[in-house]
């Protein structure tokens, strides 16, 4: 993970693993107030033949004030190619 201000990039080589890595952040992040933007997430794949055009990424309930660490989730476009972080490419 590489983290600078409240940008973030998580890397993964499987998918199970980076949903897992984004569920616990979220998880982590409420405690302090914060909020994954979903708007503003991108997810970006290398060399994955067959991959779809958007892929579902969990999160928490913010919004359920009863029990806001249910799961919930996010359709998040892929992109393919590279990474660009804090306007450089990676």
């Known amino acids: 993970m590489v983290e600078a201000m409240d940008d973030s990039l998580l890397f993964a080589i499987r ?3 980076l949903q897992s890595y984004t569920y616990e952040m979220d998880r982590f992040q409420y405690a302090y107030g914060w909020q994954t933007q979903w708007n503003k997430t991108e997810l970006v794949v290398q060399n994955v033949a067959d991959c779809p ?3 579902t990424i969990p999160s928490i309930s913010p919004k359920n004030k009863v029990k806001p660490l249910n799961m919930t989730f996010h359709s998040v476009e892929a992109l393919k190619g590279s990474v660009t972080f804090l306007r ?3």
């Open 88 to 90: 450089t490419v990676v």
């Open 15 to 17: 998918l199970p693993t």
């Open 53 to 55: 055009d958007k892929i």
